[in-house]
């Protein structure tokens, strides 16, 4: 069993559709806590380490062979809080950043929410030798997403990524944003972490 921590409802379709394409016969367990969000946000990620750690220990206790943090503000705090755990605690976007770094070394980052912008920078620089990276942020999509309002929401992701010249590839910092690089049309690479960071927990989970 995979446990899946997400700050947001729509993941759990989502995740569960990538796992019946993808691996069919794995078992998530999908853990909610759209208040730990609100509150990294509001006071930074750090005000929630210590409650994230304790979701964690208890999907752990519940029987999961690996976790996965889908929420892009919260990866990292995630990851730290692993120790002692004995599985692995991964965070959706590694997989994307260490394929971001592997494609170029002229990379955007392009968020809705602006807590997400730095901890995604910093997986990145840790993922790429010296890169040259900036980022973006969408202003408004993340109200739409709160209105729910998911079409809009994609659309003006989609329409950021457009804007983007001189990349060598161009990274949605988070996990919802996926759908978006469907709907973009630039020729740059558009990297999403939903797939890659689900093939990573699987993998993970299956050693």
């Known amino acids: 069993m995979i446990a899946?921590?997400?700050?947001?409802?729509?993941?759990?379709?989502?995740?569960?559709?990538?796992?019946?394409?993808?691996?069919?016969?794995?078992?998530?367990?999908?853990?909610?806590?759209?208040?730990?969000?609100?509150?990294?946000?509001?006071?930074?990620?750090?005000?929630?380490?210590?409650?994230?750690?304790?979701?964690?220990?208890?999907?752990?206790?519940?029987?999961?062979?690996?976790?996965?943090?889908?929420?892009?503000?919260?990866?990292?705090?995630?990851?730290?809080?692993?120790?002692?755990?004995?599985?692995?605690?991964l965070r959706v976007d590694r997989p994307m950043a260490a394929e971001a770094a592997r494609t170029g070394r002229r990379i955007v980052v392009i968020a809705a929410l602006h807590s997400t912008l730095e901890p995604t920078a910093a997986l990145i620089r840790a993922e790429a030798d010296a890169p040259e990276l900036r980022t973006v942020l969408v202003e408004g999509a993340w109200e739409r997403f709160q209105a729910g309002d998911r079409e809009g929401y994609l659309d003006a992701v989609a329409a950021a990524v457009d804007t983007v010249r001189d990349a060598d590839v161009i990274v949605l910092a988070?996990?919802?944003?996926?759908?978006?690089?469907?709907?973009?049309?630039?020729?740059?690479?558009?990297?999403?972490?939903?797939?890659?960071?689900l093939r990573a927990a699987v993998t993970a989970g299956s050693r």
């Not at 690479?189 to 960071?197: C, D, E, I, K, N």
């Open 4 to 89: 899946l921590l997400h700050t947001s409802p729509v993941h759990v379709p989502v995740f569960d559709a990538l796992r019946d394409e993808d691996h069919p016969g794995v078992d998530l367990r999908h853990l909610v806590h759209e208040d730990l969000l609100e509150r990294a946000v509001a006071h930074g990620p750090g005000a929630v380490a210590q409650e994230v750690a304790e979701v964690i220990a208890g999907a752990v206790a519940g029987g999961a062979r690996a976790v996965l943090c889908t929420c892009s503000t919260l990866g990292a705090v995630a990851e730290e809080g692993a120790g002692g755990l004995g599985v692995p605690v």
């Open 174 to 197: 988070q996990a919802s944003m996926a759908d978006a690089a469907e709907r973009a049309a630039t020729d740059v690479p558009v990297l999403s972490s939903p797939r890659p960071g």
